[in-house]
């Protein structure tokens, strides 16, 4: 019988350095039900599915944001560094830098525009 190394299957989950997972925006949109709930804060994607029951702000606010961006409400709400502290628990990857907005507060730096180079000031 083999055994399997419990490292192996959930590893990328666990947020391992320089193993980034990325989610095209499109995949993201398709986990917008109670059955899966998946949101964007920031660039990163989350799996909320859990923590729906938990959220104090209640369940009818993060269904509202199911599968879509929600950097602007997360921010607008003025959330304590305890709940940003939270989201760790739930990430599961970054947005595909295809689907990145300029305004997701990625830390991906945009790429430079041909336009850019030598502009005379
Ligand atoms: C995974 C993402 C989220 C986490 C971990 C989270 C966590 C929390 C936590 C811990 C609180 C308690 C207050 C605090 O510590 O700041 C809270 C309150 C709240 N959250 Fe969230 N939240 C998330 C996403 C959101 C989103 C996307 C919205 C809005 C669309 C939202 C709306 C609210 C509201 C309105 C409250 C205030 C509840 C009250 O004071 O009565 N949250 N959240």
């Not at 192996?8 to 320089?18: A, F, L, P, W």
């Not at 990625?106 to 850019?116: A, C, G, I, N």
Request: glycine fraction near 8%; avoid cysteine.
């Amino acid at each position: 019988m083999a055994t399997v190394e419990a490292s192996d299957s959930d590893g990328k989950r666990q947020g391992v350095e320089n193993s980034v997972t990325y989610y095209r925006l499109e995949e993201v949109a398709k986990r917008n039900s109670m059955k899966e709930i998946w949101l964007v804060i920031h660039g990163r994607v989350y799996d909320i599915t859990r923590f729906l029951n938990e959220h104090p702000g209640g369940e009818e606010v993060l269904l509202e944001q199911a599968g879509a961006d929600a950097s602007e409400s997360f921010e607008d709400v003025g959330h304590s560094s305890d709940a940003r502290e939270m989201l760790k628990q739930y990430y599961i990857g970054d947005v595909h830098p295809n689907d990145l907005k300029p305004d997701s507060g990625s830390k991906v730096p945009k790429p430079l525009q041909r336009s850019d180079f030598f502009k005379p000031n």
